[in-house]
């Protein structure tokens, strides 16, 4: 059957999950496990009240003549409800506890539970921000501990912890750029960034006020120097390469790349977000690299809980490292400092409210500590391993759009989709009823119909054959020429199938509204 | 190595399908003087380890459960019902991503498009994004959306305005070399904003309750606002005030942005917490983040997505309305938890107890030997000037046993007027027994 869109609206066969056999319909609408869950707003009752309050005690009001008049809107729900709505949503998400999660630049590894628990504990947990120093002393050493960690794993001199996650950490690493060059009396206007760039790179810059020149890859995936050294230019301010790259490869130039834009008097800016290729075996230190963030949510597992809470520290060469935000954690004799005001007058100022995410940085050492310097050069290795056994196992039925080896991530373009009138998205589609979220698709832009896969260092030999069995028979059956409708149609097996993402855009619908404003709207 | 699945026969049997003999061969693009490098680091360790290792590191701070605790500054102590914290940990909210395929994630889009609605309510607002890393940071998009929509640059910033929120507008303002007039430091609640306001501003960006505490009706400051065409933002860095208090956009806020750590989020020593963003509709397209709309899936069922995404950095890269990926998810689903739980009555309860705290506290310190209370109006933090310099006086109090408040002098550094300050705040944590030990700790100290 197809629908208006002329998009198939159930499977050819066996993926059917209308209704129980017969043809019924549920009577109530859930089926199963799967339940389907009204707004929490379409639930609550006046008077009723997930938490027991005591009366207040019976004050004179000083709110300067400012209590709220009339009711916020909010619903009244008991805890089991609440906890059911919630249980109930939950089930609606796919989690890398439940699968493989090989989002391509995103490091979906398994989250440990003992992080969970650490970064609870009485005396980290709820500490509060702007206790006394002198009451905080096992939280500035954590600190200083993780800033260890991250120093000797990159081999970099300095690191910035403020930033809260990998967008804000480039902007930390360009701000600590823009500082250093106004120094020495010489604010520059570009910076240069590959085609294949995350976004977070331009947009990043033109916070900076810089405008950002591409510089295209290479027929192999890589940055092209000599069109680099053609960008070249007295008003370069930095380079922003993400290495290994958005396609999954190392840049074997990387060295020539650093000499050329120091050789200009430019800095180098590694985007980190792959660095879970390289930990524990590669320092970016060594590659003349002056600044890089590190995605505390990816390579040293903490939670990426929906979207974030991240964490985003930068580390800094030599040239860079007085050029901090504040505040930053020093110790002497007399113990461990928070350092609040600028004491070398130059720091470039604060990026954001108190300290940093120490949530983050308890779980992030927790992760560092339970892998050790060997577990962790075991992560990058299995990590990379496990990309090229995908793609080694693939290579026959999908299309590697570079030869190997890669790094961390296996990068596919859709030629191997050709003429099957399937596209990269139909294909992600299915595998979801194949119970796998799909691979980062369409990103990188550089290569046409992109599908990123990285599998992380998280998954056993077992789990990547069943997963390789699936991109094969999706492949496969997408070359069969027989299934284009079937691929259309997918996912089936879903709590919700396609959303019409132009009706959400063009008459958005971004809060839930009392019915008599709704109403009232429609007049 | 417990989080690691692969056995040495599997990598064998991994290199030998791809082709290689042995794992370097894989990483044949790094410098060879590079690979392998020496790294100094500990071998792995075991759970027990790891948790008497970080353990020992706890046990050297003092936990704000073994001290009466006073502190607030833009960070409150309240109490997280055992629900909220238990359903943030499954797997299916903990280890899921950003939504980006909608079939497979409607839970967490569910739940952001309620995190929004409860933040429009509260704040007043039309609509609300998915959340920012925190309140400072907010203020600082907030800003930047300002001059977009408005095509002036100058903000002004309240002297009321936490410094740590005016720090990162300064911060951003200053790397395209915008012009900013920081208002001087406003301990008594009494500046005039509006004089402030000329052709080229854009915003007036002022806190409420202000960092001293002061509850301010923003009416006459919104209207001078509207009269020269400069949006008004408001700051909230207590959400529970909003449980109480007229919401800005009563009082004719174009942009609110707030710290939602009180509901749901642990103190954790200043992060991660989750920045509230709302406005009115307007300004929709120039909002900075996610934002989650409702839709219909093929079969015409209610379904959630992200939305408006023609805004964001994948999309508009150098153009974007922000750079802000990752935000604050998590943190986000506590505090619609917890919102939910509380519900209409239950957050007006919170507000209305922690009111009646703060008013009874500054009643047993106002007059005690020479501290004045500076306040007339305030929420649940309210300013004292002591007899002697603040900073001091909290070292000995934290000596005592007691987390007795915030200096002024740590927030505003160098500024005289700041030295005696001190901010106190009481939430329904505290106890009389607290209060009284406060009391006469100071009486003590003093």
Not at chain 2, 205 to 219: A, E, T, W
């Amino acid at each position: 059957m197809l629908n208006k869109q002329g998009r198939q609206t159930t499977p050819n066969a066996g993926a059917d999950n209308s209704g129980p056999a017969g043809g019924y319909a549920t009577i109530g609408g859930h089926k199963g496990l799967e339940h389907e869950e009204p707004l929490i707003f379409e639930q609550g009752e006046p008077g009723r009240c997930g938490v027991d309050l005591p009366a207040p005690a019976n004050v004179a009001e000083r709110l300067g003549g400012l209590r709220r008049k009339g009711a916020i809107g909010l619903p009244g729900l008991s805890e089991p409800q609440v906890i059911r709505h919630f249980v109930r949503l939950s089930r609606k998400n796919y989690a890398i506890d439940m699968g493989v999660f090989p989002l391509g630049s995103c490091t979906m590894k398994h989250n440990p539970r003992l992080n969970e628990k650490l970064a609870r504990l009485k005396g980290l947990g709820d500490l509060h921000p702007m206790q006394p120093e002198s009451t905080v002393q096992g939280a500035l050493a954590l600190i200083d501990e993780l800033a260890g960690w991250l120093k000797t794993l990159t081999g970099m001199p300095a690191v910035a912890m403020s930033p809260a996650a990998g967008a804000h950490g480039e902007l930390c690493g360009l701000m600590s750029i823009r500082a250093a060059l106004i120094a020495r009396g010489d604010a520059r206007k570009r910076i240069l960034a590959p085609e294949s760039a995350h976004g977070t790179n331009p947009a990043t810059a033109a916070m900076c006020g810089y405008t950002v020149d591409p510089i295209p890859a290479t027929a192999d995936g890589r940055v092209d120097l000599e069109a680099l050294r053609a960008k070249l230019g007295p008003d370069v301010a930095a380079i922003m390469l993400t290495n290994p790259n958005t396609c999954g490869l190392f840049e074997r130039d990387i060295r020539q790349v650093a000499d050329m834009i120091h050789s200009i008097g430019g800095f180098f800016y590694c985007d980190g977000a792959n660095f879970n290729a390289i930990v524990g075996k590669v320092r970016p230190g060594d590659l003349g690299i002056d600044a890089m963030h590190i995605n505390l949510h990816k390579t040293f597992s903490t939670p990426h809980g929906g979207g974030g809470p991240g964490s985003g520290p930068v580390v800094l060469s030599d040239a860079l490292k007085d050029f901090v935000p504040l505040p930053y954690v020093i110790h002497d004799a007399n113990g461990y400092r928070l350092v609040e005001q600028d004491e070398s007058g130059k720091s470039f100022g604060r990026m954001k409210g108190f300290h940093g995410q120490m949530g983050m940085f308890i779980r992030a050492l927790a992760y560092m500590l339970s892998h050790g310097g060997d577990g962790l050069k075991r992560v990058a290795e299995d990590a990379v391993l496990a990309a090229n056994y995908v793609m080694a196992s693939c290579d026959d039925v999908m299309s590697p759009a570079f030869a190997g080896p890669c790094m961390h991530e296996a990068l596919f373009d859709d030629s191997f989709l050709k003429d099957t009138g399937v596209s990269t998205l139909d294909y992600a589609k299915a595998l979801i009823d194949e119970g796998y979220h799909p691979m980062t698709v369409y990103f990188p832009l550089v290569v046409h119909g992109a599908l990123l896969v990285e599998p992380t260092e998280s998954e056993s030999k077992d789990a990547l054959d069943h997963f390789i069995m699936v991109l094969r028979g999706l492949a496969e059956r997408a070359q069969s020429k027989q299934a284009a409708d079937y691929f259309h149609g997918a996912p089936y097996l879903v709590p919700r199938r396609r959303l019409d993402e132009t009706q959400a855009a063009r008459k958005p619908v971004l809060r839930w509204k009392p019915a008599q404003d709704n109403k009232a709207a429609a007049e | 190595m417990r989080y690691l699945g692969q056995t040495a026969a599997d990598r064998q049997a991994m290199l030998a399908k791809i082709g290689v003999a042995d794992i370097d061969a894989l990483f044949k693009d790094v410098p060879a003087d590079a690979l392998n490098a020496a790294i100094e680091l500990p071998d792995h360790r075991g759970e027990l380890e790891v948790e008497r290792h970080i353990g020992a590191l706890a046990a050297r701070n003092l936990s704000p459960a073994d001290a009466p605790c006073f502190l607030g500054a833009g960070a409150y102590r309240h109490h997280i019902p055992a629900a909220a914290d238990h359903l943030i940990q499954r797997s299916e909210f903990l280890t899921s991503y950003t939504p980006y395929q909608p079939e497979i994630a409607q839970g967490t889009l569910q739940y952001l498009f309620e995190f929004q609605s409860q933040v429009a309510l509260i704040t007043g607002m039309d609509v609300a994004n998915a959340s920012l890393y925190d309140g400072a940071t907010a203020c600082g998009e907030a800003v930047l959306m300002a001059q977009r929509a408005t095509r002036r640059q100058k903000a002004v910033l309240s002297g009321g305005l936490h410094p740590h929120y005016r720090g990162v507008v300064e911060t951003l303002m200053r790397q395209t070399d915008q012009p900013y007039l920081a208002a001087p430091m406003d301990a008594e609640g009494n500046e005039d904003l509006a004089a402030l306001i000329d052709e080229q501003t854009a915003c007036v960006v002022v806190q409420n309750p202000s960092l001293f505490g002061h509850v301010r009706d923003l009416r006459p400051l919104a209207k001078a606002c509207q009269a020269k065409g400069v949006l008004l933002i408001v700051a909230v860095s207590e959400v529970v005030s909003l449980g109480l208090i007229t919401p800005p956009g009563e009082m004719g806020a174009d942009i609110v942005v707030a710290e939602g750590q009180s509901l749901g989020v642990p103190l954790s020593f200043g992060g991660p917490y989750v920045g509230l963003f709302a406005a009115k509709e307007k300004f929709l397209r120039q909002m900075p983040g996610r934002l989650c709309g409702e839709t219909v899936d093929q079969d015409g069922k209610r379904g959630f997505v992200l939305t408006l995404s023609a805004r964001e950095q994948h999309i508009r890269r150098e153009k974007a309305t922000s750079n802000i990926c990752t935000n604050s998810g998590l943190c986000a689903l506590a505090f619609t938890i917890h919102l939910s739980l509380l519900g209409e009555a239950g957050f007006t309860r919170l507000a209305e107890i922690n009111h009646a705290k703060a008013v009874e506290l500054a009643g047993k310190l106002d007059g005690l030997k020479g501290i004045k209370l500076v306040n007339g109006s305030f929420f649940n933090e309210f300013t004292l000037a002591l007899p002697k310099p603040a900073a001091g006086v909290v070292e000995a109090l934290a000596k005592k046993g007691i987390l007795g408040g915030v200096p002024a002098s740590r927030l505003w550094p160098g500024e005289k007027a700041a030295e005696h300050l001190l901010l106190v705040s009481a939430t329904e944590m505290n106890t009389e027994h607290d209060m009284s030990a406060l009391r006469s700790a100071l009486e003590e100290v003093l």
